[in-house]
Every structure is written in C-alpha cells, then in structure tokens.
C-alpha cells in the first residue's frame, strides 16, 4: 500500500484552520522563512509552506539572501527578523551554504519564535514534555505510525541517517519505545546487512534511490523522509513504485511524508502564536 500523506495533512490542518478561525482580532501568527542559496529541494519546500499558508489565511515572510552570504551577514539579518513583534515564527532554511557554522546560528534563532523546535533549549523542552511543540519531519513520521497504526513493539527499525532535521530527534523518540534500533547513513558499509533484517526501513538520507528492492525484506514498512533532485526530478531515497512490489507500506517522494510535515509546521506555528 503506498501511503497517501495528503489524507493526513488535511485533517491536521482543518484542525489549524478551526483555530485560526477563533482567534480573530487577536494577535495573528505570521511566519518568516530565511532562505540562503539556490538548493531545489529547499527552494521546493519553501513554496509549499507559502502556498499552505496562503490556503489557511496565515502571514507569511520569505526573506530570500545570496548563496555567498557571510556569517556575520547571516546572524545580523536573522536577529533583525526575529526582533519584529508581528513576525511570530522563524525558520532558517536547511541546509545552508559551507561558509555558514549551521549549529552556531541555529543556536541565535529566539526559542520562543523557533517553530522547527531546532535550537537545543526548544528540542531538550520537546523531548522532555516541557513544551507542546515538536521537530516537523520526526513528528509527520510518528503521526504516519499511529495512523496506520504500525506496530514499534519487538520490532527491528532501521533509520537511515543522523541529520538535524529528522534522523537525530526521531531516534530519541523512537528510544522510548520498545523497538530495536539501528541508526545508519548512506555511508555505512554494507548498509544492507541492516536493511534486510528490518522490519520498518525510516530514511532521511537525502541520497537518490540508495534504497533499492533487493536490500529489503517482504512485507517491510518503508517510510520515506528523503529528499533530493535527481535529473531534475523530485525524488526519495527509495523508488517508491519499485519498492512497492515488496513493502507492505511505503510512503511516496513527493506526497508521502513531505504534506504531513508542512501541517506539522503549522501546528507549532498556531502553538507558539496562540498558545
């Protein structure tokens, strides 16, 4: 079955838009977006978060700078950003360039604007139930679990990256259930050593295709949260119609995860805004 991440998205964001809608002639949630550079995938994810929130009503800011931007540069227009009282939420864009400490500025970002729950005060609060807000992709790929209600207990997951964004929180949550866990990247000899004996497969590699059908078992549960641009065309780490002939779920690139977690988004965003 090839999971439909639309379905999901849409009930959480009717759920966004009831509140929007009794929250009127109070404070509104606007989101600013700081994008650095020409990434496709980044530029791509961007639009979709401004076109959702155009659908729900919302404010929104892109502020768009040069790939060749400094440190200095960076961190300066980010404190100016996030100093505007109307400006509610703050997203800084991942990747970015080389020449920018990404750990370092994160850490500049306010944790009471930081809606992707990346500066290390917001993710130690989430992780510890301290605040009600979560990392968007970890948080789409736990809400794809309990929808489809994919048993964790006993079972051998194997998540596929070690990023920032979704392979490091992921595997904190994922340590509170009573699944055994291997954590790999696209790097790790013999990567199908792991993938085989996997009965869950969650990959956030950002590497075209490197999962492949002849590195799974039957009946695998494949959740796809990479993205990347092959040729020119929008891809996951896995070829979801390839794989699909062995995977007993599998989510697509585009349309799988990527929905779930511009609703996720959202979700903080009404949060942090409105409490």
């Known amino acids: 079955m090839i999971i439909k991440g639309v379905d999901i998205a849409n009930r959480i964001l009717e759920d966004c838009r009831q ?18 550079g020409h990434n496709k995938a980044s530029r791509n994810f961007v639009q979709k978060k401004e076109e959702q929130a155009q659908k729900l009503g919302l404010d929104f800011s892109l502020f768009d700078f040069p790939e060749n931007i400094t440190q200095e540069e960076l961190v300066r227009n980010l ?9 509610t939420c703050v997203i800084l864009q ?3 360039p080389q020449q920018i400490n990404t750990p370092e500025i994160i850490e500049r970002i306010d944790p009471r604007k930081d809606v992707d729950c990346l500066t290390s005060t917001n993710l130690c609060k989430s992780q510890n139930g301290q605040i009600d807000i979560h990392p968007p992709t970890p948080a789409a790929i736990l809400e794809i679990i309990k929808e489809y209600q994919i048993l964790l207990d006993g079972k051998h997951v194997v ?12 595997v904190t949550e994922l340590m509170k259930t009573k699944a055994t866990l291997s954590v790999c990247d696209k790097s790790t000899p013999d990567l199908e050593n792991f993938t085989k004996s996997a009965d869950i497969i969650i990959s956030g590699a950002g590497a075209p295709h490197l999962l492949t059908q002849d590195m799974v078992k039957e009946g695998v549960v494949i959740i796809d ?10 891809c996951g780490d896995t070829d979801c119609h390839e794989i699909q002939n062995k995977a007993s779920l599998v989510t697509p690139v585009p349309g799988g995860v990527g929905p779930v977690t511009v609703a996720k988004l959202f979700e903080n965003c009404l949060k942090l805004s409105c409490g």
């Open 225 to 234: 949260a990479g993205t990347s641009y092959k040729k020119g065309v929008l």
């Open 159 to 170: 998540v596929i990256g070690k990023g920032r964004l979704v392979g490091k929180p992921l």
């Open 94 to 96: 991942l990747p970015l």
């Open 19 to 36: 509140k929007l809608q009794s929250i009127k002639g109070e404070r509104r949630p606007h989101l600013a977006v700081i994008l650095v």
């Open 79 to 87: 404190e100016e950003i996030q100093g505007k009282d109307e400006i």
